[in-house]
C-alpha cells in the first residue's frame, strides 16, 4: 500500500500526464470509451422468445409465432440500445484535487 506522500505524487503525475498528452492516457486505457455491454438477461429474453416463436410455427399458430417474433426484435433492440459503456475515460478537468 502507498503511503500519503506516494499517493499525492502518483496523483500530481497522472494530472500531469493528462494535461501533457491526453491522447496517450486514452490509448493506455484502452481506448474503448465507445464500446457497448449488451445486457445478457434481455438477450436470454429474446432468445426464449425466438425459441416460442419457432415451437408455435412448428405447431400451425402461424398468427402467435409472427407476434412472438416480433416481440423478440423489438426485445433484441432494446438490448442494443440501452447497452452501457464498458468503462468511460475521465476528461482531464475531473481529476482528483491535490492534497
Do not use: N, Y
Not at 500530481?12 to 500526464?17: A, V
Request: with cysteine; charged share 20%.
Amino acid at each position: 500500500m502507498l503511503s500519503k506522500e506516494d499517493s499525492r505524487r502518483l496523483a500530481q503525475l497522472e494530472r500531469q500526464l493528462r494535461r501533457e498528452d491526453p491522447d496517450f492516457c486514452v490509448r493506455m486505457s484502452g481506448g474503448r470509451s465507445h464500446r457497448r455491454r449488451v445486457p445478457v438477461s434481455l438477450v436470454l429474453a429474446a432468445a426464449v422468445i425466438w425459441v416460442a416463436a419457432l415451437i408455435l410455427a412448428v405447431t400451425g399458430w402461424w398468427i402467435a409465432a409472427g407476434v412472438s417474433a416480433i416481440c423478440a426484435a423489438v426485445v433484441l433492440i432494446a438490448a442494443l440500445a440501452t447497452g452501457r459503456p464498458l468503462r468511460r475515460v475521465r476528461p482531464p478537468d475531473h481529476l482528483p484535487p491535490s492534497w
